[in-house]
Nanobody
Framework: QVQLVESGGGLVQPGGSLRLSCAASRSILSSSMGTNTMAWYRQNPGKERELVARLTSRGTATYGDSAMGRFTISRDNSVNTMYLQMNSLKPEDTAVYYC?????????WGQGIQVTVSS
Protein backbone atom coordinates (compact mmCIF):
# COMPACT_ATOMS: atom_id res chain seq x y z
CA GLN A 1 0.00 0.00 0.00
CA VAL A 2 1.18 3.51 -0.84
CA GLN A 3 -0.03 6.76 0.65
CA LEU A 4 0.20 9.97 -1.35
CA VAL A 5 -0.21 13.36 0.31
CA GLU A 6 -0.54 16.55 -1.70
CA SER A 7 0.34 20.00 -0.39
CA GLY A 8 0.99 23.51 -1.65
CA GLY A 9 -2.39 24.42 -3.05
CA GLY A 10 -4.35 27.55 -2.30
CA LEU A 11 -5.51 30.84 -3.74
CA VAL A 12 -3.33 32.72 -6.22
CA GLN A 13 -3.91 35.65 -8.53
CA PRO A 14 -3.87 35.25 -12.29
CA GLY A 15 -0.29 35.28 -13.56
CA GLY A 16 1.02 33.97 -10.27
CA SER A 17 2.80 30.76 -9.38
CA LEU A 18 2.32 27.81 -7.08
CA ARG A 19 4.32 24.68 -6.39
CA LEU A 20 2.44 21.52 -5.52
CA SER A 21 4.11 18.66 -3.71
CA CYS A 22 3.16 15.00 -3.53
CA ALA A 23 4.86 13.08 -0.76
CA ALA A 24 4.81 9.32 -1.11
CA SER A 25 5.03 6.88 1.78
CA ARG A 26 7.75 4.97 -0.06
CA SER A 27 10.08 5.19 -3.02
CA ILE A 28 8.31 5.02 -6.37
CA LEU A 29 10.51 6.59 -9.05
CA SER A 30 13.97 5.90 -7.66
CA SER A 31 14.86 3.08 -10.07
CA SER A 32 15.90 4.45 -13.46
CA MET A 33 15.07 1.07 -14.98
CA GLY A 34 11.67 0.83 -13.38
CA THR A 35 8.29 1.16 -15.04
CA ASN A 36 6.55 3.07 -12.31
CA THR A 37 5.11 6.48 -13.05
CA MET A 38 3.77 9.39 -11.08
CA ALA A 39 1.46 12.05 -12.40
CA TRP A 40 -0.67 15.08 -11.64
CA TYR A 41 -4.30 15.19 -12.65
CA ARG A 42 -6.94 17.83 -12.07
CA GLN A 43 -10.70 17.86 -11.96
CA ASN A 44 -13.58 20.30 -11.73
CA PRO A 45 -17.12 19.43 -10.68
CA GLY A 46 -19.03 17.73 -13.46
CA LYS A 47 -15.94 17.23 -15.56
CA GLU A 48 -13.61 14.31 -16.14
CA ARG A 49 -10.29 14.15 -14.42
CA GLU A 50 -7.61 15.29 -16.87
CA LEU A 51 -3.90 14.64 -17.06
CA VAL A 52 -1.72 17.62 -16.24
CA ALA A 53 1.73 16.03 -16.29
CA ARG A 54 3.36 12.62 -15.94
CA LEU A 55 6.86 11.53 -14.94
CA THR A 56 8.43 8.13 -15.48
CA SER A 57 11.12 6.42 -13.45
CA ARG A 58 13.51 7.15 -16.29
CA GLY A 59 12.81 10.85 -15.93
CA THR A 60 10.68 11.30 -19.02
CA ALA A 61 8.08 14.02 -18.56
CA THR A 62 4.92 14.48 -20.59
CA TYR A 63 2.38 17.26 -20.31
CA GLY A 64 -1.24 17.82 -21.08
CA ASP A 65 -2.07 20.58 -23.49
CA SER A 66 -3.17 22.88 -20.69
CA ALA A 67 0.18 22.60 -18.90
CA MET A 68 2.54 22.80 -21.84
CA GLY A 69 5.05 25.62 -21.47
CA ARG A 70 3.75 26.77 -18.09
CA PHE A 71 4.06 23.82 -15.71
CA THR A 72 7.06 21.69 -14.82
CA ILE A 73 6.94 18.28 -13.18
CA SER A 74 9.93 17.10 -11.17
CA ARG A 75 10.94 14.78 -8.36
CA ASP A 76 13.28 14.43 -5.43
CA ASN A 77 13.91 10.74 -4.88
CA SER A 78 15.75 11.41 -1.62
CA VAL A 79 12.46 12.44 0.00
CA ASN A 80 10.07 10.41 -2.18
CA THR A 81 8.38 13.58 -3.38
CA MET A 82 7.08 14.75 -6.73
CA TYR A 83 6.46 18.40 -7.55
CA LEU A 84 4.45 20.47 -9.96
CA GLN A 85 5.71 23.98 -10.53
CA MET A 86 2.88 26.03 -11.99
CA ASN A 87 3.64 29.41 -13.52
CA SER A 88 1.53 31.97 -15.36
CA LEU A 89 -1.57 30.60 -13.75
CA LYS A 90 -4.95 31.32 -15.32
CA PRO A 91 -8.46 31.22 -13.85
CA GLU A 92 -9.12 28.11 -15.92
CA ASP A 93 -6.39 26.31 -13.97
CA THR A 94 -8.72 26.36 -10.98
CA ALA A 95 -9.39 22.76 -10.00
CA VAL A 96 -8.72 20.05 -7.47
CA TYR A 97 -5.30 18.63 -8.27
CA TYR A 98 -4.59 14.97 -7.61
CA CYS A 99 -1.37 13.05 -7.36
CA UNK A 100 -1.35 9.58 -8.90
CA UNK A 101 1.17 6.76 -8.71
CA UNK A 102 1.17 3.71 -10.96
CA UNK A 103 3.11 0.75 -9.58
CA UNK A 104 2.81 -2.25 -11.84
CA UNK A 105 -0.90 -2.64 -12.45
CA UNK A 106 -1.95 -0.82 -9.29
CA UNK A 107 -2.96 2.84 -9.26
CA UNK A 108 -2.88 4.98 -6.13
CA TRP A 109 -4.43 8.42 -5.72
CA GLY A 110 -3.87 11.19 -3.26
CA GLN A 111 -6.79 12.94 -1.59
CA GLY A 112 -6.55 16.00 -3.83
CA ILE A 113 -5.80 19.63 -3.13
CA GLN A 114 -7.64 22.75 -4.23
CA VAL A 115 -5.99 25.34 -6.45
CA THR A 116 -7.95 28.52 -7.06
CA VAL A 117 -6.77 31.18 -9.49
CA SER A 118 -8.73 34.36 -8.97
CA SER A 119 -8.26 38.07 -8.48
Amino acid sequence: QVQLVESGGGLVQPGGSLRLSCAASRSILSSSMGTNTMAWYRQNPGKERELVARLTSRGTATYGDSAMGRFTISRDNSVNTMYLQMNSLKPEDTAVYYCRATIGSVIYWGQGIQVTVSS
